[in-house]
Nanobody, 123 residues
Framework: QVNLVESGGGLVQPGGSLRLACVAS????????MAWYRQAPGTQRELVAH????????YGNSVKGRFTISSDDDAKSTVVLQMNSLKPEDTAVYFC????????????????WGQGTQVTVSS
């Protein structure tokens, strides 16, 4: 079993910054990819950023130039989202997602979601 635990959400004023972190634990050596999605009330979940095992990152159009996704360890089981210049429209629950699991020499084509962390941008 694999668990993803997010941290770092909270309340911040417009223009401020937050740093989200996601740590995977359990039967995992590394993932092929880790990502952040978000969902605001009444909207569909949207991709915020994705980081591949090779280090390539892609971003949703609304966060390009403001958010940065990175891995916090060589095992690629931790992902960080640095969010700068936050706007009220960034308010949402942010979910960590991991897919393509490698463990003990075997590959598992599965996907895991964290429970989510609330980010609120308001004055």
């Amino acid at each position: 079993q694999v668990n993803l635990v997010e941290s770092g959400g909270g309340l911040v004023q417009p223009g401020g910054s937050l740093r989200l972190a996601c740590v995977a634990s359990g039967n995992i050596d590394r993932f092929n990819g880790m990502a952040w999605y978000r969902q605001a009330p009444g909207t569909q979940r949207e991709l915020v950023a994705h980081l591949s095992r090779g280090g390539s990152a892609i971003y949703g159009n609304s966060v390009k130039g403001r958010f940065t996704i990175s891995s916090d360890d060589d095992a690629k089981s931790t992902v960080v989202l640095q969010m700068n210049s936050l706007k009220p429209e960034d308010t949402a629950v942010y979910f960590c997602v991991a897919n393509g699991r490698w463990y003990d020499g075997s590959f598992f084509n599965d996907q895991y979601w964290g429970q989510g962390t609330q980010v609120t941008v308001s004055s």
